[in-house]
């Protein structure tokens, strides 16, 4: 019996071993693609650190930021009508941080608690999402939010290499990181609405914010309106116009490209 295992190892080894067929390697596009494929997919299994509500559909998307303090629901149905108005999907996503004084709001970041790491935080998690909503069926993003939202929006425009078809800033300021890099998105359309009895933000401010963006080549879209911190019928108005115009104008710019 041992012979006879012997005998049958021996035929089994030295058929594997003069086999006349050469092993086989993929072609490089081959594996590329694969690999392209099973980032993707990696992706699309990964639920984003921000949690989110959707209104309308489509490939087109807009996120919106909503405000310091604010409920992370805050803009939905402002949202629900841009989708309506501009046949866009809209999403809404909440804000990561608990509002310092409680309740139901939230913070993008604490605007008198070590400020400029909790925007760097934000605008990760934030580019995470905008990552997530690629992999799983947008094709061109804009950006636009309200007070702390509008801030946001544009820090992630200015100093991250997301492909942006427009921003939308409403009743927004300045960070001190952007100085540097106001010069970094010529031809940008953004959006700047602001009022001037502001007491929260201030008119002045938004207005040397506007002029930094113009002076860097963004197109800014500004308006003004006699009203304090908040979102009235004009803006809105305004937000749609400007969205249905560039979304569509074309494809937005491709990623990095500066």
Known sequence: MNSLVSRFLGVVILTLGCSSQPAVEAPAHATEASERATAALAQEERTPQLRYVERGQGPDVLVLLHGYGARGDDL?????????????????????????????????????HQP????NAARGSLVELLAY???????????????????MSLDVALLSDEALVAVGVLSGKELPPWESRYDTRPGLPIFMAHGRTDRVLGFGDAERLRDRLTAGGAEVVW???EGG??????????????LRQ?????????????
Do not use: D, Y
Request: glycine share 12%; no cysteine; net charge positive.
């Open 246 to 258: 560039h979304f569509q104008a074309g494809p937005a710019p491709a990623a990095g490209s500066r």
């Open 223 to 225: 308006l003004p309106f």
């Open 116 to 119: 400029l790491e909790g925007a």
């Open 133 to 151: 909503l690629r992999a799983n069926g947008a094709e061109r993003i804009a950006l636009a939010g309200f007070s702390q939202g509008a801030i």
């Open 76 to 112: 939905v149905s402002f949202g629900a009508s841009i989708a309506r108005a501009v046949q866009l999907r809209v999403v809404v996503p909440e804000a990561p941080n608990a509002w310092r004084n409680g309740g139901e709001g939230r913070a993008w970041f604490e605007p008198r």
């Open 229 to 242: 911190h908040t979102i009235p019928s004009q803006v809105r108005q305004g937000l749609m116009t400007f």
